[in-house]
């Protein structure tokens, strides 16, 4: 087709999009739908300028997950969340709400009041030994409390259950002190048995607990995981308050990792599954709220557990963590209150809420990129050219431009920008189709020839349009883009067993502990379902795991950075938009980019008189 005649159709196609009134996204979509080439659609879009981009089609968006991505190793594929990273389990009183995200009130806080929260997303479990998504981590952490929390803003680790630790030099012992007189919802005490049960239950010889990695750095774990030992020798109990736990080889990541120790009472569960004991139906926990009931699909509802060891805390008789599975009728139960707050409102759909004055509307900062992750037992994936290619091929200025509402931005590797490792020389991959099919000839796939199913989780508009985006994209490398939008759970399932070709999200970075990389690309880690392997990135991230010190790690980590973003196994390609939605009704929030979102600290959240 000569120039002419192609800018006779382009003209043809802008007038049609102005005639039927399409919004960007509609166009996009059905321009992929009737076969158009990635270059048309870019030059109609460009035609038709931005003056549409936040239109009524945008309105009935879904802003994010439905429910959370799996964080951790065999079972996972880590979200942070997400890979999912640390909460901060609210021990700081909040303040006055400031531009910042704070929720405050005048007065002091007072007991009362039910909160109910809106989710995209079912938990699959409450089983602090399985739970592997941000979900069911969340409501294990409302129902267990952690051993340690990580402070929302500083990623700093903060006491919790353990009110106290010392540290070797070497840093590879750690002695622990907890919290005076903390009792299970039940009344009976909690004692350090019951942190030492907690680890020999995620340890224990063929355990399927998503733990295992984050824990095997303890002495004598190792053993105890593959039956030679009969104990873990690592762990030693000096009295009901104070545990020592004792590490092969130095661990920088091992206090982060304490944060998913949610203790459960061992004499209640000696002996029993920790998989499957009914016990789990209905359980007992020392956290803020102690379980009610749960409708799978529907209310899972917990209420104030009165033996909690914060005094005066949680001030909340109960909380409803409701699953709207919808993402038009979770932001219309928002409008209309049937909600009070959730993580996951359509950012799409940001100044309509803003315009209720009852409700708060929070940006929280970037987590680590959205993109494609890639199955490199795919043979033309296993290709690093081909993976180059592909991204050079999705022009992410545009799809920021045009899909991320002022919120978003272009993605650059896989470490949150606000992390203490994030590489800030790194660029992002460019857009450029010449580069992407030179690269595809050279890897001798000139012409293209062979299909990519590419998986993510139906009713997230976000990832939906980045599905549709990279499949224009690829038609100009003649790549067959075939779509494959599932249920959250079988995207969580493919995320963990490996079953995908490609898969947004990618669950393969950090936000709070850059050893989270470690957990999903080294080539020998059992949550390494991209079968990448490298064997200057292993060696870079032994040695970062083995280091105390912050700046030598951070050294190590930028050169990891650098090989990722040049070998792609994972295409980090965009940082997503979330809002966070409160009614401000309710005070002694702070909000946060890490699993939980807003709802950390639930225990600090009161009613406003």
């Not at 299970?184 to 733990?211: A, C, K, N, R």
């Not at 661990?251 to 944060?259: I, Q, R, S, T």
């Not at 290619?389 to 509402?405: C, G, P, R, T, V």
Request: glycine share 8%; aromatic share 10%; charged share 25%.
């Amino acid at each position: 087709m000569d120039q002419s005649a192609h800018q006779a159709r382009i003209d043809r196609l802008v007038e049609w999009v102005q005639q039927n009134q399409l919004s960007r996204r509609a166009f996009v979509r059905q321009a992929v739908a009737l076969g158009l080439s990635g270059s048309v659609i870019a030059s109609v879009l460009a035609a038709c300028g931005d003056d549409d981009d936040d239109d009524d089609d945008d309105d009935s968006g879904d802003s994010g997950d439905t429910g959370g991505a799996p964080t951790e190793a065999e079972d996972s594929g880590d979200g942070g969340d997400e890979p999912t990273e640390a909460e901060d389990g609210g021990d700081e009183e909040p303040t006055e709400a400031e531009d910042s995200g704070d929720g405050g009130a005048a007065g002091e806080p007072q007991q009362g009041g039910e909160i109910i929260i809106g989710t995209l997303g079912e938990a699959q479990s409450i089983n602090p030994f399985l739970t592997n998504e941000s979900e069911g981590q969340w409501r294990s952490n409302m129902l267990y409390d952690q051993f340690i929390i990580i402070d929302s803003e500083t990623y700093e680790v903060r006491p919790k259950l353990a009110k106290e630790w010392d540290a070797s030099d070497d840093a590879t012992e750690f002695t622990f002190t907890l919290q005076d007189e903390i009792l299970f919802s039940d009344g009976t005490p909690l004692t350090t048995e019951d942190i030492s049960f907690f680890f020999h239950g995620v340890l224990q010889p063929d355990s399927t607990s998503p733990l295992v990695a984050r824990f095997i750095a303890i002495a004598g774990a190792q053993e105890y995981n593959d039956g030679s030992a009969d104990t873990i020798s690592g762990i030693e109990v000096i009295d009901e308050q104070q545990i020592k736990l004792t590490l092969a080889e130095p661990n920088a990541a091992f206090l982060v990792n304490l944060e998913h120790v949610r203790p459960v009472p061992a004499a209640q569960l000696e002996g029993k599954s920790l998989t499957d004991d009914p016990w789990f139906q209905e359980p007992i926990g020392a956290g803020p709220f102690k379980f009610v009931s749960w409708q799978t699909g529907g209310d899972f509802v917990a209420e104030r557990n009165e033996n909690y060891w914060q005094p005066g805390k949680p001030y909340l008789d109960r909380f409803v963590h409701r699953t709207i599975a919808d993402s038009q009728t979770l932001v219309l139960a928002l409008e209309t209150g049937e909600i009070d707050a959730s993580n996951y409102p359509a950012p799409t759909v940001a100044e309509n809420l803003q315009s209720i004055d009852t409700l708060d509307v929070i940006v929280p900062p970037f987590t680590q990129p959205d993109g494609w992750a890639f199955n490199l037992e795919h043979e033309a994936l296993s290709n690093m050219q081909v993976r180059q290619a592909i991204a050079h091929a999705i022009n992410m200025e545009q799809y920021a431009s045009d899909f991320l509402l002022g919120l978003g931005e272009v993605g650059i590797g896989p470490i949150a920008p606000g992390n203490w490792a994030f590489n800030e020389n790194l660029e992002a991959i460019p857009y450029d189709v010449d580069r992407a099919k030179e690269l595809m000839a050279e890897a001798g796939y000139e012409d293209g020839g062979f299909s990519i199913a590419f998986t993510t989780n139906q009713g997230n508009i976000l990832r939906e349009d980045f599905l549709t985006f990279t499949q224009a994209a690829l038609t100009e490398l003649g790549i067959d883009a075939v779509s494959n939008l599932s249920e959250w759970t079988q995207v969580v399932d493919a995320a963990s067993t490996g079953n995908f070709e490609a898969l947004c999200p990618t669950w393969s970075g950090a936000i709070v502990e850059p050893d989270e990389l470690y957990l999903t690309l080294h080539s020998e880690s059992a949550r390494n379902v991209y079968h990448y392997s490298n064997a200057e990135v292993d060696e870079l991230l032994e040695n970062a795991r083995a280091e105390v010190d912050q700046e030598a790690r951070k050294e190590m980590y930028g050169r990891v950075q650098e090989i990722l973003m040049e070998e792609v196994p994972i295409f980090w390609a965009w940082y997503r938009p979330f809002i966070h939605v409160t009614n401000n009704r309710f005070g002694g929030y702070i909000d946060s980019n890490l699993t939980g979102g807003l709802f950390v600290g639930l225990e600090n959240w009161y009613v406003n008189e």
